[in-house]
Structure formats: C-alpha cells, structure tokens
C-alpha cells in the first residue's frame, strides 16, 4: 500500500469494499484539518470509527492506510464477533451486487435483520458483496461443495440453479407486474420443489425488471439494427436465443465482463435492468434505450438444501412464515427504484427509444416462435401451458372487474 500525501483541508476516500480478513470495509478516509488528522473508517457503510489519529506537526504527512487498517483490525474482529457471538448457524452468501446501493441496504437492514430477528440471533450471514466471492458461476460451484452456503442470484445465476425458471423470461408471456405476482402466489410453491430438486432452497422469488435494451450506437427497433449491433449476452441459452431471434449473433460474456465489454466497444448493445445499467454508471456511454417492455426476469435468494437442513425446523418454519413479506416489500421497492433509474437516465440525456404498434408486432412475429422452440429442451412444455393456463384465467378476470 503506498503512503498518502495529506494537506490543508485535504480529504482522501477510497477503498472500496476493501476485504481484510473476511470483514467489508467500504470506505476509509483520511481528514486533514488545521493541524490534526482524523480517521473515519465505515463498514457495511456504517460510521464506526471516527477518531482523531495524530496531531499534525507538519504541513504535509504521509501515512501508510495499511499500516493504519492493521491498527483497527483488532477492534473490528472483537466488534464483528460481539454482534455474531449467539449465532450457531453463519451462513456466507455471495453476491454479485455492490455493497452501495438502497437494494444492498435493504437486504441488509431488513431480510437479514429479520432472519436473525425470527431466529433469536441464532441463524445469520457473512455477506460477500460485488462479486469478491467470483460471478455466479462460482457461487453454484461453491455452494455445492459448501464454501458458500447461500446467493442472492440475478437471472443468470437463477438459470444456473434452476433452469426451469427460465420459462417466466419467454418474451411476450408477462404483460405487467401484477401478472407475475399472480402466477409467483399460484406456482410459487411448484418452483420451490423444482429448486429442491436442484439441491436448493428458494428462500424468496424476487424481480429483477422487465428489462430494458440500451446500446452505445443504434435505436435497437429493427431487424436491421439487431443485424448491425454485437450484442453482449449474460443470462444463458434462452436470452442467446431471444437477441438471434430478432437478427443479432449474441457475444455471451461474465457478468464481471459486462462493463468492461461495453466501455471498449466489444459489445455495443445489452438488456438489462435500470438499477444496474446505472449503477454500473454504464448510462454515461449509452445513446439509446429500448422501453418496451420484451420479456420479465426472475430474481432469487436461494440457500443449498444441506445449509437449509441443517437448521432446527423451528427456524426453517420461521424463516419460511417472515420472508415472503420482506420479499413482497423489496419487490415493491425495486420496482419504483427501476423506474426513478430509467427516468434520471433517459433525463441525463440518453434517447428513450418507444416501439410503433408495427415495430411491436414485428417483435412479437420474431420472437414467438421461441416458446414452441425451446419447449421441451430448456424447461418442461407442461409448465409453460400451466403457466398460459393461469394467465387466461387472470386476463378474462382483469377484464370482466374492468
């Protein structure tokens, strides 16, 4: 680590998600005012730490932020072993979201509190955030030989654990929200015993977004500008299939590749969910958004069934009966956070792109096929009919109430 230069009123932050003996500290930073040096050290974001380190005899100090990290690392161990000192249970979850934004702050003051909460302090878990625990990939491979006992899974990693799911992503099936949440109450449990059978427990269903289509250079309405554009891919066989269906050759990449892919100009289009096309700060490079709203994308928090056996059943039955609510609710949250994201973007100066009722059908022409297609090879047809069989039912009930 190479020693900091501070002066007069000068700040220095950094650091972020640093990893030092298994704890996150997301931030440090060094304060110089007048003549003394403050230290301000946050983990999981919260301010702990804030003492005055030394005074300044001088006008310029260098000090070394390893050498001052390895002075607090004492307290921080006896801090994080107080708060999980009743814990009998430690479950490492892995993540690939960062550890800053409101859905990090939620899952962690709400879904985790709670299960400590319901659990009286005996089931918690160390949370990996940012992909420091690999991509999902290395999540599912950990999990089956117990390095990680948990993950909170994007559609990617969903498909990964649970290939079945993968029907709920058929472009066209889902008109709104409210149509997933009616077909999440009537085969939420139908999924659950899919994933057992996987060797995972879903501990809660949730929504990614009806994602959006962005591109650094075309409008991305057309035949030809699929043709045109090199399509970043990272959600599996059926997205692979859903961009060559509307003219694209997909470019599948990790999802650790996918911003790196796209600032060089590998890729120059992608689907994607608002809250991550902007908090990967992708939204600075992007012309053109695709509003319409093509296909859904699950989510889940899923845990491996041995971790989940292994606990008392007072606490699985507790765990079962508290989280669907706090799922309900981030759900809730998320969906509000995806439009205020894809409003500040398309604000900020990106072209919201909006489909003709032709350029629509011309989608829907395209892409229909798939469900036929892919019956069969990447999830049962008899639970795509299940799932067509409930939505009539809902549609014709939506209608006549209208």
Sequence with gaps: MFPLPLREEETYEGINSFIILGLDISKVELRSTGDKLYCEVLIYNRNIYNWEVCSKMRRNIYISVFVLLSFFVSVILLTNAIAKKDAKYVWKMGLVMPDAA????????????????????????DLYWGGTMGDEEDYIAKMRIDQLQAAGLSVGGVLMACPEMGVLQLPFLF???????????????????????????????????????????????????????????H??????????????????????????????????????????????????ITKYVNTYPLRYSPASMVVSMKAWKSLPAKHRKAVNRELPMMGKKFNDMMKDMNKKCLRAMIDY??????????????????????????????????????????????????????
């Design 102 to 125: 409101f859905a990090s702050e939620y899952f962690r003051d709400e879904i985790l509190a709670s299960i400590e909460r319901v659990t009286n302090g005996e089931l918690t878990m």
């Design 349 to 402: 100066g990106i072209k919201e792109v909006k489909l003709t009722s032709e350029e629509i059908e011309e989608f829907r022409k395209r892409t229909m096929p798939l469900w036929d297609k892919l019956a069969g090879k990447l999830y049962p047809r008899k639970l795509l009919d299940e799932i067509v069989y409930h939505l009539r039912i809902y549609r014709a009930r939506h209608v006549t109430k209208g």
């Design 235 to 284: 959600a599996g066989k059926l997205e692979e299939e859903l961009i060559k269906a509307l003219g694209a050759s997909p470019i599948p990449v990790g999802v650790p590749e996918v911003v790196p892919s796209m600032r060089t100009g590998v890729c120059n289009a992608c689907i994607s969910p608002a809250v991550w096309w902007m908090g990967a700060q992708l939204y600075t």
């Design 175 to 233: 008109n709104d929200f409210e149509e997933v949440g009616y077909i999440r109450n009537k085969l939420g449990t139908l999924f659950t015993d899919i994933y057992k059978k996987n060797g995972y427990k879903m501990l809660v269903w949730f929504d990614q977004d009806f994602d959006q289509i962005y591109s650094t250079r075309f409008e991305m309405r057309n035949h030809e500008d699929f043709k045109k554009c090199r399509f970043l891919t």
